[in-house]
């Protein structure tokens, strides 16, 4: 048993069960034995890996996205250029370079900002980026960004924020919580009290005996706050993760450990947990601050922003070897059996004038 594990088992027998949300949030950002908090997940040696660890390619042409985002918006300095949900640097670390090649002004007058929440991660994120000609600063929240145009992206960022489940039993709604079974094994359970109706997406009322919907208002109010900084100051967003268009019923919730699927229950604090992001959503919450919201797929937006163009540019310079690694990470990136497909693309920008 895992020492975290432990500490929800202490936890649910003395305060009874607990919602899907507080689970989530116990296992991935408890301050000593949360899962993002205590290990570095990411790549080959660790449970998942990123797009940008797949090729600088995905780094290069989001960078591009921003730089366009920017011109369209008058080209405004001072402004922030920023990446929230960082994971190792990684990305910065190319969209830096990229950068400084696009318009060495851009690189030398924007400020650059990294908002991480585990202090682990940042060390590992400085050491990434140590040496680089222009610094970010590091925040932990966007309240502390300066109160200027904002340029932000996130990459698998919102699939690991906290959700709710519902799930159908009897005659109607109850929260999904965790509880113990009689052998004080951590348990789904359909918790007590109903649940308000207006919570629960479109379709729900006619969803059949054990369904399960989940909603994030945790997500939605990362967006809001988000979009409030851009509406308010100028800027765009960028963000990208697995998830779909349009609401759904059916439990996404989900635990990788060592690059494979493992029970969710299992190994609380060892395992990251993500469930996929509805898109609808966070468009939703956006478009209430008056932006403009564009949904698209990873591979239409990578394709649209020149990959194979990029690939092609990177492979005359290559050797056998090189190449079929590039041609592989084209496939991996885009391909829609890969995460061309799964993972979808969320641009937000300042609604267009008219008139």
Request: aromatic fraction near 8%.
């Amino acid at each position: 048993m895992t020492r975290q594990k432990d500490r929800i088992v202490d936890l649910i027998g003395a305060v009874g069960p607990i919602p899907v949300s507080e689970y989530m949030a116990l296992c991935l950002f408890d301050p000593k034995h949360g899962y993002y908090t205590t290990r570095e997940p990411f790549g080959a040696a660790g449970d998942f890996v990123t797009a940008p660890e797949i090729s600088q390619m995905f780094g290069e042409l989001v960078a591009v996205w921003l730089y366009q985002a920017w011109e369209g918006a008058g080209r405004p300095l001072p402004a922030t250029f920023a990446e929230i949900g960082p994971g190792r640097g990684t990305l910065m670390k190319d969209m830096l370079r990229a950068w400084s090649r696009l318009d060495p002004s851009l690189a030398a007058e924007a400020s650059f900002a990294m908002i991480e929440i585990s202090p682990r991660l940042t060390e590992i994120q400085k050491e990434t980026l140590a040496g680089q000609h222009a610094a970010p600063t590091w925040h932990q929240t966007i309240d502390t960004l300066p109160q200027q145009p904002l340029f932000i992206v996130g990459n698998e960022l919102f699939d690991a924020v906290p959700i709710r489940q519902f799930v159908y039993v009897g005659s109607g709604w109850r929260e999904r919580v965790v509880g113990l079974d009689d052998a004080d094994n951590l348990h789904f359970f359909a918790g007590a009290g109903s649940v308000d109706p207006a919570l629960l997406p479109a379709g729900a009322a006619n969803a059949p005996q054990g369904a399960i919907v989940e909603v994030a208002p945790a997500r939605a109010a990362l967006m809001a706050a988000i979009a409030e900084r851009i509406a308010g100051h100028g800027g765009a967003g960028l963000f990208i993760d697995y998830g779909h268009l349009e609401p759904g019923i059916g439990d996404t919730l989900q635990a990788v450990r060592r690059h494979d699927h493992e029970d969710v229950l299992a190994n609380p604090g060892e395992a990251d947990l993500t469930a996929h992001v509805d898109f609808s959503a966070l468009a939703a919450s956006a478009r209430a601050h008056g932006l403009d919201a564009e949904l698209t797929t990873q591979g239409e937006f990578l394709l649209g922003m020149g990959l194979l163009e990029r690939a092609g540019a990177l492979g005359a310079k290559a050797d056998d070897g090189e190449r079929q690694a590039i041609s592989d990470a084209v496939e991996r990136l885009a391909g829609p059996d890969a995460m061309g497909h799964l993972f979808k693309v969320m641009k937000i920008l300042p609604a267009a004038k008219t008139g």
